[in-house]
């Protein structure tokens, strides 16, 4: 039995919307709730569907209370916080200095860890950054969200245009996708038939795992770019693209099929991608040396910047600031 019911929101309006859009909503509760108890949350949308017919569809979520801190960072939903993350982030952009926006987000990042730090580690020694497993990668994409498109200082105003109005219906399966896209290593295809996952394990965004020998296919669920090296092996360019170098790829790119394992691997895998995705993804190749393959190392997010930490350097800084409440 949950201890009270209270009518909170009013009616909105929507133009659209469909199974691959989020409604992020903000709750603030001043009362207490009993520890053990259950508290539920309800909503409802009222559609028409396409055949004109009136819909009501109600979706309820009963969570159980408690006041253990530690209980709450164990069941934590990384891909659902950083969703509420990045939304609240692209919201303020249109209002707020970016320099400002970068710096939230950041102190966000370090007040979830120096809470957990301090009201749930057991490991008393401060000079260990000591991470909750639940979001130990919430420091990797509260980096990569500072050095997003609609966060960069840098960044064009026509792509972080762009920027704010897709994330803001984004559905939170693509929220860490967009941010911190999938990596995959092309050139070490394995085309024997196996029971794991048609896509292979993706590799970190590092330019130390980026060899001028190697193909390259990265996606964040908007886009595919599929990245050549200048010193790729020509037989391999060729069963995967149909061209014999580097020099030879066209400035429009139309994927096909070709007859050999390689090239249905990789159609297979970019087929699936887009099944995961719900969405046909804009295929893009990139070499290194002009604009396509700067377009392609600019999401490896972990690479130190002009204006930007490493991946190292920002757990150095997290750990810093935690360290400082901490004392």
Known sequence: MMNKVCSFLSELSLVQIDCDKTIMVSLKHDDKLQDGSECSFQSAVLYTTIDGQRRIRVSTLALPCTTMLSNLFRSADLDTQFACILKQAASEVPTAPLSRIREQVT??????????????????????????????????????????????????????????????????????????????????????????SLIPPSIPLSSEHITDNGI?????????????????????????????????????????????????????????????????????????????????????VEDKTQNGLSY????????????????
């Not at 069963?239 to 070709?258: K, T």
């Not at 190292?312 to 004392?327: D, G, P």
Request: hydrophobic share 40%; aromatic share 8%.
């Open 107 to 196: 102190n966000l990042c370090i007040n979830i860890l120096h809470s957990y730090r301090k009201f749930c580690a057991t490991v008393s020694s401060s000079g260990q950054l000591i991470l909750p497993e639940a979001l130990k990668l919430l420091p990797l994409y509260t980096l990569a969200l500072v050095k997003s498109t609609g966060l960069r200082a840098d960044g064009q105003i026509d792509s972080r245009s762009f920027w704010i109005n897709y994330v803001s219906p984004l559905s939170t399966p693509l929220a860490i996708p967009l941010v911190y896209p999938r990596l995959i290593a092309i050139h070490e295809f394995d085309t024997k038939e196996n029971d794991d």
């Open 216 to 300: 390259y296919l990265l996606e964040n669920g908007e886009d595919c770019l599929i990245y050549v090296g200048n010193s790729a092996d020509p037989n391999v360019i060729h069963q995967l693209l149909g061209i014999s170098s580097v020099e030879e790829i066209p400035a429009q790119f139309v994927l096909q099929q070709y007859d050999n394992p390689l090239s249905k691997k990789l159609n297979d895998i970019i087929n699936d991608i887009r099944r995961q995705r719900c969405n046909y993804l804009r295929l893009k190749l990139c070499k290194k040396g002009d604009s396509s393959g700067m377009l392609f190392l600019s999401h490896m």
């Open 312 to 327: 190292v350097e920002f757990l150095v800084h997290i750990h810093r600031h935690i360290q400082n409440k901490m004392a």
